[in-house]
């Protein structure tokens, strides 16, 4: 098959390609950054660099493709993050139109089903509602949960405070994902065909938050490291004191709250998902230390 991977050389495009590069498929990774051309083309897949904002390139990049694999870049720099990310997903969507390609498979995200009060994952909910609208689709939407790596935002704060937390408590509980297991689903269901549309939740892991705190305290060398929850200007404030901008924070605040009042687990929980990766919370913890060491 001839596959179009969207979102350059990330946490999940690139095992993703290197999967299904291995597995014979012909790939072709788009990336904004002309930097990223040879590295893709040494891991034995075409290059196409343009900007996911130009709809006559992803036209001509995503014509003749049997498969395209679509996911919103970040940007933080964007002032007003929901209508970014619609906006994005509004190109992607008249170009999958435009270029006749008939099997997608969307990266959202867990909580995707609530239209509003979850921050950046608002934003792919509109995305959904914009692939709801095309005819003749074979459409997987992939919904993971919360990514073991956010946690590396903590590392700061872990070494200069001594502690680890955000505006939800350490009583809770997160679902939790890892990005190599996400590419590994989104592989696997490729290769097996799909038809029709559907969504996949994908978890690897679901802990408390004081089980995070001691698994990533006890990889580093502090199991006594604690889970505080701060409120939600605190965690604001403590946002853009370490360099985001004032609307990234107001949307990671606004998750966070989602998260605390666990409205972004109620369809998942409804559901009934059973955590389908295969990398758990200690062996995030492992990789964690050695990012935290280095």
Do not use: C
């Not at 679509?70 to 992607?92: E, Q």
């Not at 435009?98 to 609530?114: C, E, Y």
């Not at 939407?141 to 001594?162: C, E, M, S």
């Not at 605190?234 to 107001?250: C, F, H, I, K």
């Amino acid at each position: 098959m001839k596959i179009i991977i969207t979102g350059s050389l990330g946490n999940i495009s690139r095992p993703l390609a290197t999967t299904l590069i291995a597995q014979g498929q012909e790939v072709t990774v788009l990336s904004s950054n002309s930097d990223k051309a040879a590295e893709i083309t040494q891991i034995g897949a075409q290059a196409a660099i343009g900007s996911v904002s130009d709809e006559n390139f992803l036209v001509n990049t995503f014509t003749g493709a049997d498969l395209v694999y679509l996911m919103v870049p970040t940007d933080f720099g964007a002032t007003d993050l929901r209508g970014y990310i619609k906006s994005i997903g509004g190109h992607y969507a008249n170009a999958i139109k435009a270029a006749g390609v008939k099997k997608v498979v969307l990266l959202s995200s867990i909580g995707a089903h609530l239209d509003k009060g979850t921050g950046p994952i608002a934003g792919l909910h509109d995305v959904e509602q914009q692939f709801d609208q095309l005819k003749d689709l074979d459409l997987l939407i992939l919904r993971p949960a919360f990514f073991y790596i956010n946690f590396y935002a903590n590392i700061d704060l872990i070494k200069h405070a001594g502690i680890i937390g955000s505006n939800y408590g350490a009583d809770q509980s997160i679902v939790l994902v890892d990005p190599k297991d996400i590419a590994a689903v989104a592989a696997e269901k490729i290769q097996e065909g799909f038809t029709g549309r559907s969504i996949l939740y994908i978890a690897s892991d679901k802990r408390k938050l004081s089980e995070v705190a001691l698994a990533l305290g006890t990889a580093i060398g502090k199991a006594d490291l604690p889970w505080i929850e701060f409120e939600d200007t605190q965690a604001y404030e403590g946002m853009v004191g370490a360099g985001l901008s004032p609307e990234m924070a107001r949307n990671y605040v606004e998750m966070g709250t989602a998260i605390r009042t666990e409205v972004l687990w109620e369809d998942y929980e409804a559901k009934k998902v059973t955590p389908i990766g295969k990398i758990k919370l200690e062996d995030f913890a492992m990789q964690f230390a050695t990012v935290y060491n280095g």
